[in-house]
């Protein structure tokens, strides 16, 4: 069956410095990776995806994630972090070899203090 | 159309009143979801439609819950006799038929049974 974790129901950071929110998954093949934001009052918006190829995969508004086979996770980082990073994070992962599903993690909420 | 589509975008409700939501997807899209968020929660799997495939219904929480997707296109979400518990923002999502490709989320219903 397929899973995902985040480990971090919330993960706080000053502005300018790097952030990570942290993302394990298990699936019983090959894994295509997601990560979503959702902005307060607002839908959930696509921010990048690991498909194949480099492990490093760059996405919307700076952010990037690496996938790392050997530990089962996309962990979401980016360098410098902006007061307007500020929301609600959800990793998701969906098996390759089957037409099924998405499924996503309970979410990180990440306050970036100014 | 450009995105997907959900309608109403809130609704309030008494309690044990029936309700139906409604989701118009991306033109071409083969495959549409259906996603529960409960205030500050993760999302929960409801219902997925694939093609002509039987739809996936594992995570309808009970038999109050059922969905029907008509022509292929859009979907309508109906709770029946509606209970305090089921409030939450409902979330319908689609994709195109290839498995690489993430969700396009619709706004979401909001729905309030008072």
């Known amino acids: 069956a397929q899973s995902v974790a985040q480990p971090e129901d919330q993960v706080n950071v000053a502005e300018g410095n790097p952030l990570t929110v942290k993302c394990t998954y298990s699936?019983?093949?090959?894994?295509?990776l997601f990560w979503y934001v959702q902005y307060p009052n607002r839908g959930l918006q696509f921010l990048l995806k690991y498909i194949t190829g480099d492990n490093l995969v760059k996405g919307s508004y700076g952010f990037e994630a690496e996938f790392n086979k050997s530990q089962t996770s996309f962990h979401l980082k980016k360098p410098s972090a902006l007061v307007s990073d500020s929301a609600l994070y959800f990793c998701a992962v969906r098996d390759r070899g089957r037409d099924d599903k998405i499924i996503f993690g309970k979410g990180t909420r990440l306050h970036i203090l100014p | 159309g450009a995105g997907v589509s959900q309608s109403p975008s809130n609704k309030v409700t008494e309690k044990g009143k029936d309700v139906e939501l409604r989701c118009d997807p991306i033109s071409g899209h083969t495959a549409l979801y259906w996603y529960r968020q409960s205030l500050g929660q993760g999302l929960e799997f409801l219902i997925y439609?694939?093609?002509?495939?039987?739809?996936?219904k594992s995570g309808l929480p009970s038999d109050r819950f059922s969905a029907e997707r008509t022509g292929g296109s859009v979907s309508t979400l109906t709770i029946q006799r509606t209970q305090q518990e089921d409030s939450a923002v409902y979330l319908c999502?689609?994709?195109?038929?290839?498995?690489?490709?993430?969700?396009?989320f619709g706004s979401g219903t909001r729905l309030t049974v008072v």
């Open positions: 999502a689609s994709t195109p038929p290839e498995g690489a490709s993430g969700y396009t």
């Open positions: 439609f694939q093609g002509n495939s039987a739809p996936d």
């Open positions: 699936v019983s093949g090959n894994p295509y």
